[in-house]
């Protein structure tokens, strides 16, 4: 395992920056120990609970703590992992290439993050879930166009999002799109968007893919979440971080037994 188990990342299975951060930790094999932080939630284990909030004022997971460093932002831990640890095939040194990451990154926020704020997270938690009935549709229209621009630009001219091999905006962006698509909530169908299938499947096909995503497929399909009361939602999303974070456990587990990777 590379670094000392001085590293801990803040979160939840369900969150999708937390799934972007953990997934290449896996990969790379970087001890760190997966400390629950329920988003919405106070108290001991909750983001809007005071000793999260005095770690990290910002509020939101994924978070990490590394000795004195506290950091906030999957961006930024990720960014901040890669360079401490050289991980320099996901973040690439090259100039290009690393502006094609932040290009990527920072055009996400109002943009591919809305597959889960305006579409995920109002199925996950009715208190996100506006007025009406239009919010699925509109975060659906909003979801095709990004599929629709990610599929043009950036998957037309590169078999990944900045280059010929995945980086950290192909884990972000696997993350927010793939949550919808057939293999787990089934409310996107990605077929209209040749690149992006491919990328889909090259992205399914990496290394503890499915313990990654354990949550996902526990949780299921998202259309009956909308007929669940309280309880019964309540249940389903702690079953479904229970099965993600034993089967992310389990894999950080696998990693630190595994021969080391070639450099
Ligand atoms: N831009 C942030 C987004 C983080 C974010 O929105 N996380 C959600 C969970 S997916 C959260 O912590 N929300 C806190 C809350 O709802 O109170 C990142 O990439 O880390």
């Given amino acids: 395992m590379d670094g000392a188990m001085s590293i801990k990342i803040y979160g939840v299975p369900l969150s999708q920056p937390v799934r972007a951060v ?24 909750g983001t809007k609970g005071p000793d999260f909030r005095a770690k990290f004022p910002l509020g939101t997971v994924p978070a990490l703590e590394d000795k004195d460093v506290h950091l906030s932002e999957s961006v930024a831990i990720l960014s901040y992992l890669s360079d401490k640890f050289s991980w320099h095939d996901i973040y690439p040194t090259d100039v290009l ?37 239009s919010w699925r549709d509109e975060g659906l229209k909003s979801v095709e166009a990004t599929c629709k621009l990610i599929d043009s630009y950036w998957l037309q001219r590169t078999p990944f999002l900045a280059g010929h091999a995945p980086t950290i905006a192909d884990f972000s962006a696997y ?73 992310i456990t389990a894999a950080v587990k696998a990693a630190e037994k595994a021969t080391p990777a070639p450099a």
């Fill in 175 to 247: 993350e927010e799109l793939a949550q919808l698509g057939p293999r787990f909530g089934k409310l996107v169908d990605f077929s209209s968007h040749p690149n992006l299938s491919r990328w889909i499947e090259q992205m399914a096909s990496l290394p503890h893919h499915d313990a990654m995503h354990a949550s996902l497929t526990e949780l299921g399909p998202l259309d009956p979440l909308l007929a669940l009361d309280a309880k019964q939602l309540g249940a389903k999303l702690g079953a479904a971080t229970k099965a993600g974070t034993a089967a």
């Fill in 22 to 45: 953990l997934w290449p930790c896996v990969i790379k094999r970087v001890a760190f120990s997966f400390e629950a932080a329920v988003p919405g939630m106070g108290g001991r284990i």
């Fill in 97 to 133: 290439e690393r502006a094609r990451v932040h290009e990527y990154m920072s055009w996400s926020h109002r943009n591919t993050r809305e597959a889960s704020t305006r579409v995920f997270g109002p199925h996950v938690r009715p208190d996100a879930r506006p007025a009406g009935t």
